[in-house]
């Protein structure tokens, strides 16, 4: 029976392998999950362990926060010991941050074939710290799950088109999964009026403090509410912290965030995985970015790129356009099931 090396570090990488366990299970596959210790808050780690039932690391490498290249090395240096110990037959690693390319590249180097989850993905802005991870763990990976088409036309322009499957977003499954228990969950908010849901926690964004603190002094003057869990990058830049329509909270649950998405009337966020959530539930979204990776949100109707336009994001805010058309672009909630089947015949 072959054996699967999965690395986690960074939250989103946390959620989509919660999407991704109870398939790898049931495909009765034999894998060791190894946390890079990238993120190492319990907001943005443990916590959801617990609440997605994820099984608790085989290894954790303690990486923590340093420059892009201490990161990276560090869970490198980590990783290569752990391969050497356990000698899988595959590496796996999810979506973009560091803890992909440290494990793309120290798998490839230990001659283990490489497999990427949520491969093709492209914003085409190579100063997103982002891109270069996806483009260079795609270039080394031996098998590629595309979440969507355009995934997959994107590997082809860079001549990558053998062991490439468009298997869906493990986001959507899992959105679908918790999506019924949405209507079981109640939070009480401190106000009764409508409110718009906030994340921010990009490079490109939290580089220049005053962006943040405009952005939020801007927003407050609008005197419309704002649920605002605050990632703890963005969080250290804050000038201040009580408002009295903005509503600071820490990292919350993924339910919650779910619960917030559907129950505001629209979204701001840089996030990768907020933005899709908002499309998931058919709710408009301000991008605050440039570009976006997840460009069917945008031609589909239900996203707006604003960058760090704050006039711009005010605009929108107050006078939300009607929505788009959705479409199951994303797949069909049933990424996690196709890459346990294919990764089971391997
Ligand atoms: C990382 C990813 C980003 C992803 C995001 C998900 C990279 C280059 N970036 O960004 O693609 O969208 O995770 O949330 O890999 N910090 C804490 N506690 C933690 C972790 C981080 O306080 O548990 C603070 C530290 O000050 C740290 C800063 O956040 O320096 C940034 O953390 P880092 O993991 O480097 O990048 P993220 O912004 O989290
Ligand atoms: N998320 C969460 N709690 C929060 C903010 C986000 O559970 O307070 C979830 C969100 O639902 C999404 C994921 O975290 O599934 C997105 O992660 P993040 O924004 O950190 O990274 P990105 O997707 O941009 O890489």
Same mark, same amino acid.
Request: net charge neutral.
């Given at each position: 029976m072959k054996k699967f090396l999965f690395l986690v570090g960074a939250r989103p990488q946390i959620i989509k392998f919660a999407a991704l366990q109870p398939h790898l299970k049931?495909?009765?596959?034999s894998f060791i999950l190894v946390h890079s210790g990238q993120h190492y808050d319990p907001e943005l780690s443990e916590n959801f362990f617990h609440e997605l039932d994820i099984k608790s690391p085989d290894y954790n490498l303690d990486a923590g926060s340093s420059s892009h290249a201490q990161q990276t090395a560090s869970?490198?240096?980590?990783?290569?010991?752990?391969?050497?110990?356990v000698k899988p037959d595959y590496g796996v690693v999810f979506g973009d941050t560091n803890t992909t390319l440290a494990g793309a590249l120290v798998f490839s180097k230990m001659g283990i074939p490489l497999v990427h /989850?949520?491969?093709?993905?492209?914003?085409?802005n190579r100063k997103m710290p982002e891109e270069i991870n996806r483009i260079v763990t795609d270039r080394l990976s031996h098998i590629l799950f595309a979440p969507s088409e355009r995934a997959r036309e994107n590997l082809s322009k860079e001549g990558i088109n053998q062991n490439v499957y468009v298997t869906g977003d493990l986001h959507y499954d899992l959105f679908r999964l918790m999506e019924k228990h949405l209507n079981e969950t109640h939070i009480e908010l401190p106000f009764t009026d409508r409110f718009a849901f906030l994340t921010l926690h990009r490079e490109e964004n939290t580089k220049n403090p005053d962006f943040v603190n405009t952005?939020?002094?801007?927003?407050?003057?609008?005197?419309?509410?704002? /649920?605002? &869990?605050?990632? &703890?990058?963005?969080?250290?830049?804050?000038?201040?912290?009580?408002?009295?329509? /903005?509503? /600071?909270? &820490?990292?919350v649950s993924y339910i919650k965030t779910l619960w917030y998405i559907k129950n505001s009337f629209i979204v701001i966020t840089d996030s990768g995985g907020v933005q899709k959530e908002a499309f998931y539930l058919k709710k408009p979204v301000i991008i605050a970015r440039s570009e976006t990776e997840w460009i069917e949100i945008v031609e589909l109707g239900y996203g707006k790129l604003v960058g760090k336009d704050i006039n711009k994001t005010i605009e929108l805010m107050q006078n939300p356009w009607s929505k788009g058309t959705f479409q199951e672009v994303y797949g069909?909630?049933?990424a996690g099931e196709k890459i346990a089947s294919i990764l089971s015949k391997l």
């Open positions: 049931y495909a009765d596959l869970i490198m240096v980590s990783l290569e010991k752990v391969v050497e110990n /989850i949520e491969a093709g993905l492209r914003s085409f952005l939020l002094y801007e927003l407050e003057k609008t005197n419309t509410h704002v /649920i605002f &869990p605050c990632h &703890p990058r963005t969080y250290s830049l804050l000038k201040n912290r009580e408002f009295k329509y /903005i509503h /600071i909270l &820490p990292p069909d909630g049933k």
